[in-house]
């Protein structure tokens, strides 16, 4: 492979996936039983990998990172955040204690007010990270006897924190399917005595934005639903709602789906996170001061944890100081921008259909009825069949974007994605090509397939790939 920094970062990312069985054998016990569990995710190319992206190496240009408002790649949530910390001369760094004993602060204690008044909740408590708000939310809140219903599609923290809780039963419903959430509800009725009398409650889990899916909650749907089904009762069903991919981006002043629709009052608990388009890191969780107390006695990372440092919350107070500004409110409408332009690129290419019909191209989101949504959010998770994935891969990465391949256990077996996420430094002229490139690809496997120009078994960047493979003497990523 080329010696360029995305060719080193290539070719890096298939050598790690390589199983050495005759190393492993000079090895301790200890590490060989280590290295035998990550072979197994090496032959299937799951191997994770702590590495720089392509756009972090080189000058690919960023189609996955999380810094969707551009807020760190722009710099102006640096000068904030240093502004913020000039206005503490003395501040300490650490927070010297848990928040239960020594580690509590006026400013955290008047970030979380200011966060929650921002999005018009009651309090909100800010934890080190979404996955830790989620596991504190669903370890604390949950009470013996109740039921969780979740999306199916929810996140690794919300299933990791359930698995903590104390409720007396799990149920999942489909992913975004209102129907299927009615059903659920109504065997829960049917079925649980403690919570048809309004003496239990039943807890739902769902996202605002899927991340590996780009699609949004109907949330006013199973809201309503939910009174439907446990009208007798009221508050006998309770949402928690994580915002983690709509934070900064979605809604007017970028509050969230939750105060979008309006539904403040209606949802128990919201996570916000600032690790994705507020580009800090953390989370908060808003509720009832109830809520607050709850987890702050049940969570036992917030009881045993030292407290969010200093400069941890004046880089998301920061964020919040710039989030209404003119500013970043022409960031999230240029990302809005271009996710339409994306989508309507795909959809009026001449292609398009017959990259559909082949399945060589399937972009879920590009229903017939995209136009009409009001709105579009920035991940748009592009499918393909195995192992076209790779082949996709390969051909953008040389083409000089960066993509992001989620592969199992991220999402199910079989449903492979490559994920592109718009930000505010994309520009349309980058849209465009990264969409010509796409159907660039396209002409190229269907070329292939019909044995027209083309006679080679695979398109030309995984040619590139594979005959440097088979020189490493490497196997996977679909080589024949
Ligand atoms: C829906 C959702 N919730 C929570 C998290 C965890 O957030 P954090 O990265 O702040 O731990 C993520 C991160 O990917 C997420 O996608």
Redesign the pocket.
């Known amino acids: 492979m080329e010696a360029t920094p995305i060719g080193e970062n290539l070719s890096f990312r298939i050598r790690s996936q390589k199983i050495d069985a005759q190393s492993r054998r000079n090895q301790d016990i200890f590490t060989r039983n280590l290295t035998e569990a990550l072979d197994m995710r090496r032959t299937n190319q799951s191997f994770f990998l702590a590495l720089q992206n392509t756009w972090q190496v080189s000058n690919a240009v960023d189609f996955s990172s999380n810094d969707i408002l551009s807020l760190g790649s722009s710099g102006i949530l640096r000068t904030e955040f240093l502004s913020e910390l000039a206005k503490y001369p003395d501040f300490t760094p650490g927070a010297c204690g848990s928040r239960v004993i020594d580690g509590n602060s006026l400013y955290l204690e008047e970030t979380e007010r200011r966060i929650a008044d921002y999005h018009g909740a009651e309090t909100g408590l800010v934890v080190s ?6 596991v504190a939310i669903w370890s604390a809140i949950p009470r013996l006897g109740d039921v969780i219903v979740y999306d199916a599609l ?2 690794a ?2 299933r990791e924190g359930m698995n903590q809780s104390l409720a007396m039963a799990r149920k999942e419903f489909t992913h975004n399917n209102v129907e299927s959430f009615r059903s659920t509800l109504l065997s829960i009725a049917d079925s649980q005595p403690l919570i048809r009398q309004g003496k239990r409650c039943v807890i739902v889990a769902v ?1 605002s934005v ?2 590996m899916d780009g699609d949004i909650c109907p949330l006013q749907e199973l809201v309503d639903v939910a009174r439907e089904v446990f009208s007798e009762a009221k508050g006998i069903v309770q949402f928690v709602v ?1 915002e ?2 709509s934070t900064g981006i979605l809604g007017k002043q970028g509050k969230g789906l939750v105060s979008e629709l309006g539904l403040e009052k209606d949802i128990a608990i919201r ?1 916000h ?4 388009a507020m580009c800090s ?3 908060i969780v808003m509720g009832s001061s109830t809520v607050r107390a709850a987890l702050i006695n049940f969570s036992k990372s917030v009881i045993f944890s030292t407290a969010p440092s200093f400069p941890f919350v004046a880089a998301i107070r920061a964020g919040y100081n710039i989030l209404p500004t003119p500013e970043v409110d022409q960031a999230r409408s240029h990302v809005q921008h271009l996710t339409r332009t994306f989508f309507s690129f795909i959809t009026s290419h001449p292609l398009w259909k017959t990259a559909q019909d082949l399945s060589i191209l399937r972009i879920p989101l590009a229903t017939s009825d995209w136009e009409a949504q009001p709105f579009m959010t920035h991940i748009a998770p592009i499918r393909t069949k195995e192992p076209y994935h790779y082949w996709l891969f390969f051909h953008l990465t040389f083409a000089g974007f960066s993509v992001f391949p989620v592969d199992y256990p991220t999402v199910p077996k079989g449903e492979t994605r490559l994920k592109i996420s718009f930000h505010a430094k994309n520009s349309v002229e980058e849209v465009k090509c990264l969409v010509d490139s796409l159907f660039e690809f396209v002409h190229e496997v269907i070329e292939m397939q019909e044995g027209v120009e083309w006679k080679n078994e695979v398109p030309r960047a995984a040619s590139q790939v594979y005959d440097w493979m088979e020189k490493e003497k490497l196997v996977g990523f679909g080589r024949p």
């Open positions: 990270s979404g996955f830790e708000g989620n929810v996140h923290s919300t996202e899927y991340s994580d983690a991919h996570l996170t600032f690790g994705k890191s953390g989370a």
